[in-house]
Every structure is written in structure tokens, then in C-alpha cells.
């Protein structure tokens, strides 16, 4: 038996305890991602917690996002030893720190960005090796021409590839790209939809490891018939009109295309309230689809832009909302279910998240039907809400305004995923009048419990919105199991780091376990008198079988079972400044000690344990938990970094996170793409302008 068989019995062993060997072997063969998979917007938004039974197994064993979600959060990577650019055994991802500061940032062009709601798309070769191969997209929301590339793809993407990271291809594709890219199963097609003027298309486009540059973009030979895209020399691409009727087309810009790869179909939406479906886009010969209640009109009365669309492959509905604030479902016919306007300010910007395994739709509201909250919405896909009263609703904040700022996706965490009703927390970033702020909203059996905010992430008033909030769990870090949050804000970032300027930032918030083993540097995110507290191992051991008082001031210990936790305080603490030349007289006096490099800056802190006198300039800190730093008569010891920030002139796109890192596994190969909304200095290229990112985890945790 294979590798890859032997982790699909084992998991399936795990997930069922005892399956049936005919039953595993048709699941098994429906795995479609044993080659590679793409990682792009569509897989925070169709999701899939753990299957309660055998058959809802096999049901949704047949999507291959399924298997995609599954290597991805539970496969390490190393780099490919077949590589000749460095085998994994040398691969250190600190020679990347030394030379570009752990991260890289392109200049895609000025004023170039992939968009708030937006998120680039990368490709991975292999499910087990990370190879330099690997690609990410990027759509730069500028119009292309013989001189500004409208997308953009970059490879060599780590440390240990050689000429780190490099061009691609890019091309002018002869319009704008407003909405994210997909990315076929095999890597080698992309779809997206290029608005021109007053219409847009979807356009395929196969790629050739081109070259070029932001500036200096190839231009793809366009084809105008299925078989001659399907025999084209690339780099070349389709264009298929969003056509509602033979002599008419409508624009998007708001839309996303999303591929059912079972099906070989793209679903997108459109101005005026138009879905769209496509078929034969990757493998066959592409074409509108034009018969069964296609393209349909989800209300031809207001005829509001919509946002991208999730195709639930085991009803096989569709769910999309508008900019009017109503969420609809559309069956295999096109026959459309409508809601009850559920957003009564800004309207719907992101599109809804669909649990396939538990069978709920989630969307987000930018001001709920009370006008009073920003709001996430919960209901059954087989109970579709024509009226408010069919689902739940969680308040991620009580500050009212009269339209709100736009409200993104949130990230479910670990807790949610492993959970086979629908239980668990996500963590959403908002505000509808005031100060931005993090929120966990805890979900039991598809129910909301009550949100507590978890920071306030800028000192007060009437910000701009956070950006959608990515969650990553990490099984096999070096220190043990993670979990971390990752947004940004826009602007007047509370973390001194940032400056009050913009800032990607993150959070811990893996949740405690009983009986657990945790070593020394795990931390957790605890709730204590309606607050939150990130508590950090600095004795290793197992859990006891309920949690214990926590401490909530820094440097607070607890001995849990045979673990040793030291509060880090609240999560909004802010530090002592640290001072030269001063008498420190009390234990546990908190100040953060701070690594800034280009990749971000990295808050440790650091607590008294000898009180005495520092010393004439600032020490270089020890960056390990439990390690000591002398200055001048005064020991500070470590007691680790509850947050990290990379500032930016502005906030970001969705983060695509790819990758998850083992102990002794190179944390090269473990990454964060996004662009920044704004424009400054993107070092690794040089010059001013719209930064495609990649940031290590490592970096960003």
C-alpha cells in the first residue's frame, strides 16, 4: 500500500473508528489531489467539519475540496529533495532572515492590489514536498496593457529555491481583474473574470513559464473557439461574455468564479442580480450554459451586484448573496429561493461560507435587522431562511451606525473543523461605527452563544473595516500542536509596532485541551471573567482533566496537572516601555522586547525575575520562552510573543495561508500570501507601488 493510502486509512479509521474496506476504497478512489491542489478563496468559503456518519462521509468524500481541506491541515511539507536548488537536509529557512529579512514583497505596479475582498491563489505540485515549482497568483485590479501586467504569478517562492522568488509569467490580458483567480486541479489553467468598460468575461487562461514582469508583461494569444484554446500554444486564453441574451452582457466586479471540479463547471455572478454557470471549463470544451433556468436573474427587481457564489456539491445548490442584503439559494434548475433581507447598511460584500458536512450556510452582516449590530447569520441548508427567524444570529459588536463598514469573512478554528454538529468558535474582525475589534463568536450545534472580544484594535473612533480573517491550526510545529488568527486593519493599528498606521497582525487562539500534553511554548487563549488571556506553557507536562484558575497579570503562574502556564495578561495589555538606566525594584515588571525585521516585527514579552538596575542601552533579547536576557544588574526572562504585526501603508487582502510546518521541517515552506491595499515600498523588487507579500508563518504567528 501507498503513503498516501496508508494516511486516507488511517484517517478514515480515525473518523469513523471501524469502516467497512469496500466503503474505504470508494471514498479512496475519489481522491482527485494525490497529484497537487490549488489553495484559493473557495476553500475558507466551501468547508467541511467532520462527517457524523459513514454515508455523509462518502457523500462529501466526493468533492475534492474535501481532500484538499485535509492534506492541507494535516500533511507537513518539506522542500523537494529532487530540487536542485538545496535538498530539505540543508534548507534553513534562517539564511532567508539574513538575506531578505524572512519575507518578499514584489511591486505589481502602482496602484496595483488584488482588492480587500480578494484573495490570490496558489498552486502546490506535491501534497508531502513543497517544490520550486510552486506558484502564486496575483491579479493587480489594474487595467492591462503593453506596460502593466493584469496578472501576475510568481515561483521560486522559498528560501531554498534559488533566485527567491521570481516572475513567472505575467500578462496583459487586455482588461481588468477586479475579483480572485482560481486555479485548475492540475495547476495548469486559471479562471477569473476581466471586466472592460461596461462588461466582463470569464476568461481560461493557460499558462507558459513566460517570464517578464510587472512592467514588461506578455500578451496571450486570445483563441475564439473551444478546440482551438484546447490545442492553443500557450501562453493563450479564452473569453466567454457574460451573456444574458444573444445582443446583451452585463459587468462584475464584485463576483469571484467559483469551480466545481467534479462537475468541470464555474459558477460567477454578475451586475443586476445574473448568476452565471460555465461547463467544460478545465478539461472539456467551455461554454455558457444556457439551458435549465440558466443565467438566471435572482431578483429582477433590484438587480443588485452580487457577491461570489459557493456551489454546495452535496445539495447541489448554490448560495450567493447582494449588495441589498439578501442571501439566495439557487437550485440544480435555477429555480431561486430569496431570504429575508438580513444586511440593512453596507450590503453584502463577502459571500457566504457553506459547512457541506454539517449542512449550514453562514453570512455576514454589515448591520443586522435590528440596525443595531453587525451580525453573522447561521442557517440549515435544508431550511433556507425566508425569514429571519429560520436560523441564529451572533452580535460580533454592539456600536451602531447608520450604514456600517463592510464585514468580511471570519475563520472558524480547529475546535469547529474537528467537530462533527457544527461546534466550535469563529473569529470575526469588526465594526460598525467605532473602533475595529476581534471577536470570538462561539458556535454550539450550529448556534451562536455570546461574542466577547478577544482586542480592540485601534485606540477608538470611526476606522475603516478589518479584512477577512484567515485561521490556521498547525498539528506539527516545533514546539507542538498552534493556532493562530490571521487580519489586518486599514489604518491607526493599536500594536505600537505599527505606528497607528496599517497593520497584518495575528493572534493565538488554540483553545485549551484536558489531559493533554503541552511543552514548553504552546500557548493558549483562555476566557476569565469575560476576558481573554493568552496563557504559555514554561513547564512541560500533561493537562489536568478541568482547567484551573488562570492567572490574568503577566507573569502569572498555574500549575495545570503537571504544567507550569505563565499569563502573558490580557490580550490588550499594553507593556512598560523598557527603560535605560533603571532601577526595576519589582518582580514580574512586564516591558516587550521587540525583533524588528523586515518581515514583521515580533513582540516578546519579557518579565523581571532579578530585580536590579539596566543598563546604558537595550539588550539584545533572548527570543526562546523560559530564556533569561541579562541587563546590567536586572534578569528578564522570556515569557513569549502573544502577538505579531507587519506593517503596511494600508490594510490587506485575504490571506492565503498554504503549508503546514513539522518539527525539524525547514518553516520555509510554510507561507502567507496577500497584497497590501495601498501602495509603498516593496523591497525584494525595489520601488513604490502595490506589494504582492509572502510572510512566513514563523513570522506572522
Known amino acids: 500500500m501507498n503513503g498516501n493510502a496508508v494516511r486516507f486509512l488511517r484517517f478514515a479509521c480515525a473518523l469513523l473508528g471501524v469502516v467497512a474496506a469496500g466503503w474505504f476504497l470508494v471514498v479512496h478512489a475519489a481522491d482527485p489531489t494525490r497529484g497537487g491542489f490549488p489553495t484559493d478563496w473557495t476553500h475558507s468559503h466551501a468547508i467541511f467539519s467532520q462527517p457524523a456518519n459513514a454515508e455523509q462521509a462518502q457523500r462529501i468524500a466526493q468533492d475534492p475540496r474535501y481532500w484538499q481541506q485535509w492534506y492541507r491541515q494535516r500533511v507537513a511539507r518539506t522542500l523537494d529533495t529532487s530540487s536542485d536548488e538545496e535538498s530539505s537536509d540543508s534548507f534553513d529557512f534562517r539564511r532567508l532572515r539574513r538575506r531578505t529579512k524572512g519575507f518578499w514583497s514584489e511591486n505589481m505596479g502602482t ?130 461574455p457574460l451573456d444574458i441574451s444573444v445582443s446583451a452582457s452585463v459587468n462584475d466586479t464584485t463576483s469571484s468564479v467559483f469551480p466545481d471540479y467534479r462537475d468541470d463547471v464555474i459558477y460567477v455572478g454578475g451586475a443586476s442580480g445574473w448568476l452565471f454557470k460555465f461547463s467544460g471549463v478545465f478539461l472539456g470544451s467551455p461554454a455558457e450554459v444556457t439551458t435549465g433556468g440558466f443565467p438566471v436573474q435572482l431578483d429582477a427587481t433590484a438587480g443588485d451586484a452580487l457577491t461570489s457564489p459557493v456551489y454546495d456539491s452535496v445539495s447541489g445548490n448554490v448560495y450567493v448573496a447582494d449588495s441589498a442584503g439578501y442571501l439566495y439559494q439557487v437550485g440544480p434548475t435555477g429555480t431561486v429561493t430569496k431570504s429575508a433581507q438580513l444586511d440593512l447598511g453596507r450590503g453584502f460584500v463577502a459571500g457566504p461560507i457553506v459547512d457541506l458536512a454539517a449542512g449550514y450556510v453562514y453570512i455576514f452582516s454589515s448591520r443586522d ?29 454592539a456600536a451602531g451606525s447608520t450604514t456600517g463598514n463592510p464585514l468580511y469573512e471570519p475563520g472558524f478554528d480547529s475546535t469547529y473543523w474537528n467537530s462533527s454538529d457544527a461546534t466550535g468558535n469563529l ?181 523581571v525575575t532579578k530585580t536590579g538596575r539596566s543598563g546604558a542601552t537595550q539588550p539584545t533579547w533572548n527570543t526562546a520562552v523560559n530564556g533569561t536576557t541579562t541587563d546590567g544588574t536586572v534578569t528578564w526572562t522570556n515569557i513569549g510573543a502573544p502577538y505579531q504585526v507587519q506593517a503596511t501603508n494600508a490594510g490587506t487582502s485575504g490571506m492565503i495561508i498554504d503549508n503546514i510546518v513539522g518539527s525539524g521541517t525547514p518553516a520555509g515552506t510554510s507561507q502567507i500570501y496577500f497584497s497590501i491595499l495601498g501602495s509603498q515600498a516593496c523591497p525584494t523588487s525595489g520601488g513604490t507601488g502595490g506589494c504582492a507579500i509572502q510572510a512566513s508563518q514563523s513570522g506572522l504567528q
Open 111 to 240: 496602484g496595483a492590489t488584488v482588492g480587500a475582498a480578494n484573495y490570490p491563489a496558489k498552486y502546490s505540485f506535491g501534497i508531502t514536498t513543497a517544490s520550486c515549482s510552486d506558484y502564486v497568483v496575483f491579479n493587480t485590479g489594474l487595467t492591462g496593457t503593453t506596460t502593466q501586467a493584469s496578472i501576475i504569478a510568481y515561483s521560486k517562492l522559498y528560501s531554498g529555491c534559488t533566485g527567491s522568488p521570481s516572475v513567472y509569467w505575467a500578462y496583459n490580458t487586455g482588461g481588468q481583474v477586479l475579483t480572485s483567480p482560481a486555479i485548475s486541479l492540475d495547476g495548469t489553467q486559471i479562471a477569473f473574470v476581466q471586466t472592460n468598460g461596461t462588461t466582463a468575461s470569464l476568461v481560461l487562461l493557460r499558462y507558459a513559464a513566460s517570464g517578464g514582469g510587472a512592467s514588461a508583461p506578455v500578451t496571450p494569444t486570445a483563441e475564439t473557439s473551444a478546440s482551438a484554446y484546447r490545442g492553443c500554444t500557450t501562453p493563450c486564453m479564452m473569453s466567454l
Open 369 to 397: 435587522t435590528a440596525g443595531t449590530n453587525a451580525a453573522v447569520y447561521a442557517f440549515k441548508t435544508s431550511d433556507f431562511p425566508t425569514t429571519v427567524s429560520d436560523g441564529t444570529v451572533g452580535t460580533p459588536t
Open 427 to 607: 473569529y470575526v474582525c469588526g465594526r460598525t461605527g467605532g473602533a475595529p475589534r476581534l471577536y470570538q463568536l462561539p458556535i454550539t450545534a450550529g448556534t451562536f452563544g455570546t461574542a466577547t472580544a478577544i482586542a480592540t484594535l485601534t485606540p477608538g473612533g470611526d476606522h475603516e473595516a478589518c479584512s477577512p480573517v484567515t485561521d490556521i491550526y498547525n498539528p506539527n510545529a516545533s514546539a507542538g500542536p498552534s493556532e493562530t488568527v490571521f487580519f489586518s486593519v486599514v489604518d491607526f493599528a493599536h500594536p505600537t509596532p505599527c505606528a497607528a498606521g496599517g497593520c497584518a497582525m495575528s493572534f493565538v487562539d488554540l483553545q485549551w485541551q484536558a489531559t493533554t500534553n503541552y511543552n514548553v511554548g504552546q500557548q493558549v487563549l483562555v476566557l476569565s471573567g469575560g476576558a481573554f488571556y493568552t496563557e504559555v506553557a514554561t513547564v512541560a507536562g500533561k493537562s489536568g482533566a478541568t482547567a484551573p484558575t488562570w492567572p490574568i497579570t503577566a507573569g502569572g503562574t498555574v500549575v495545570d496537572g503537571t504544567v507550569t502556564w505563565t499569563g502573558q495578561g490580557a490580550t490588550t495589555v499594553t507593556p512598560t516601555a523598557w527603560a535605560a538606566d533603571h532601577n526595576y525594584t519589582a518582580l514580574d515588571t512586564l516591558v516587550s522586547g521587540t525583533l524588528a525585521e523586515a518581515n514583521g516585527t515580533s513582540v516578546y514579552y519579557q518579565i
